[in-house]
């Protein structure tokens, strides 16, 4: 016999799940959000560094106007961003432009010749993405799973292009500006290898504008777990989930450490990957869908490198969204290309936060990639290394630098880069929430890691309805034995 019961236990710190919670919690459901810290930022001495900073797209997106709009969430969101101008800055070893209302006199300043090129890819890409939307604007369950669902989703996602093929086509194969699209589909989607709808989505939603958010990532989880809270749901970022408990093939509650009790539930979404849900199972054996989901393996992982430094020792014209790129014609990963988040109002000094993605994670590989992102900055910002404050990244466990006296912060574990297979349903969708087992869910960002933050409100909003529905026909179930009865 357990001693608590809830209706949903909400698992891993994963943004979709958080959203789903809060969603249930709101529509009256019992809701304990479990494991995972919700810290926005840490500290090294005086600085405080943001632990997943986020270039904040889509302010009209169908799938975040829906959660926000849901949680009357809309007017306390909007005040906490901040319009990056530029929308994000391209750095190359020849060239600089600012992608935002300027971009057309940017390219004709850098490079003329790519000026019509890329006006036809722009609206190409437009075009698509027109159409993603059209589908996130359906009352659809996404992924689709079962033969009703593939054949809606099929039927209005015929506008989108083949996963295969090129939204830049009009660009010559190894043009420069082809990174324009490239890049905020790689920094921005969970995919390794994002494909026509998901590079075209992302790259329309960053150029029509991006938006800082104190805190990040974090930032925007916390906000929903003050909404939880606010409706009865519990949050105890202390508890480990020791086993995901299973009984004749449905979920039945989850084992955490230190507890020699079963916490009981009817539903658990899991918003981690599915090889740690399969390691949590305990009970029936994994079914086959759950096993190969975990299989999946991740290509890449997002490592992040902080830099304080005084304001004054910063570019003037360096923008607060930035891509920089060493060699464009080799592969875009490591140390080659960096995504870089520019937050200045610390006092006096600016925190610029480097994200790249890391092709190995091993503590040997971090520091080498330390160092070698070190040496991109150098080149792209040569005057700043003299002035920096401190150094530290939340994932390598080394300890600072420039801040010796002060303790390396606990490593926190990278977020992984999915090398999911093709075809994928509509170009952008992974795993479906279901995971074989009745009650279990996935609410990761595995399940539309194709469309990156966006993929995530979706994810969330569609975790939530799909426990709903459940209750909705259990709850019919039961009328109907009790007027037979």
């Known amino acids: 016999m357990s001693s608590d019961f809830f209706d949903v236990v909400v698992l891993g710190g994963d943004l979709a799940a958080t959203i789903a919670g809060t969603v249930l919690s709101h529509r009256g459901f019992r809701v304990l959000v479990a494991g995972a810290p919700v810290e926005e930022r840490y500290s090294i001495g ?43 800055q391209l750095l190359l070893p020849d060239h600089r432009l600012d992608a935002g209302d300027d971009l057309g006199r940017e390219v004709a300043r850098e490079l003329p010749e790519a000026q019509a090129p890329l006006e036809t890819a722009n609206a190409r890409i437009a075009e698509i993405s027109q159409a993603v939307e059209s589908i996130l604007a359906q009352d659809l369950i996404l992924p689709p799973d079962g033969f009703w669902d593939r054949r809606d989703a099929n039927r209005v996602g015929a506008r989108l292009p083949d996963d295969d093929s ?41 150029l029509h504008g991006t938006f800082r958010l104190d805190g990040g990532r974090q930032a925007v989880r916390t906000l929903l777990l003050d909404r939880l809270r606010t409706h009865s749901g519990e949050v105890h970022p202390e508890l480990e989930p020791e086993a995901i408990v299973v009984r004749r093939g449905k979920v039945a509650g989850v084992r955490f450490s230190g507890r020699d009790e079963l916490t009981g539930c009817t539903h658990v979404l899991c918003g981690f990957g599915a090889d740690r849900v399969a390691a949590l199972l305990d009970g029936d054996k994994p079914p086959k869908r759950l096993t190969e989901a975990a299989a999946i393996p991740a290509s890449h992982h997002r490592y992040l490198l902080h830099l304080v430094a005084p304001l004054d020792a910063l570019p003037d014209a360096l923008a607060r969204s930035a891509y920089s790129v060493r060699d464009p014609a080799a592969p875009l990963e490591d140390s080659n290309a960096l995504a870089l988040h520019l937050a200045d109002g610390y006092g006096q000094h600016a925190v610029l936060s480097v994200e790249a993605l890391a092709t190995d994670p091993s503590p040997e590989g971090l520091a080498k990639l330390r160092r070698e992102i070190r ?60 995971t074989g087992i009745k009650h279990l869910l996935f609410a990761s960002r595995q399940v539309l890691p194709g469309l990156g933050l966006e993929g995530e409100l979706a994810c969330g909003f569609s975790a939530a309805r799909l426990v709903l529905q459940t209750e909705r026909k259990r709850d019919l179930v039961k009328g109907a034995i009790l007027e037979s009865s």
Not at 47 to 64: D, Q, T, W
Not at 167 to 195: E, K, N, V
Not at 392 to 404: F, I, T, V, W, Y
Request: charged residues 20%; glycine residues 4%; aromatic residues 4%.
């Open 46 to 88: 005086p600085y405080v560094l943001p632990r997943a900073p986020l270039a904040f797209v889509g302010l009209e997106s169908p799938a975040l106007k829906r959660v926000v709009g849901e949680l009357n969430l809309v007017q306390l969101l909007r005040r906490r961003l901040e319009p990056n101008r530029p929308a994000f």
């Open 375 to 434: 040496a991109h900055l150098d080149e792209r910002l040569p005057f700043v290394d003299r002035h920096l404050l401190c150094v530290s990244s939340p994932h390598d466990g080394l300890k600072p630098e420039r801040a010796e006296s002060h303790a390396a912060p606990p490593a926190i574990a990278m977020e992984p880069v999915w090398n999911l297979p093709k075809p994928r349903p509509l170009g952008f969708c992974g795993l479906s929430h279901a």
């Open 166 to 206: 090129d939204p830049s086509a009009p660009l010559p194969p190894d043009h420069p500006m082809r990174l324009l699209h490239r890049l905020p589909a790689l920094f921005g989607s969970d995919l390794a290898q994002p494909g026509a709808a998901a590079t075209a989505r992302l790259a329309d939603l960053h």
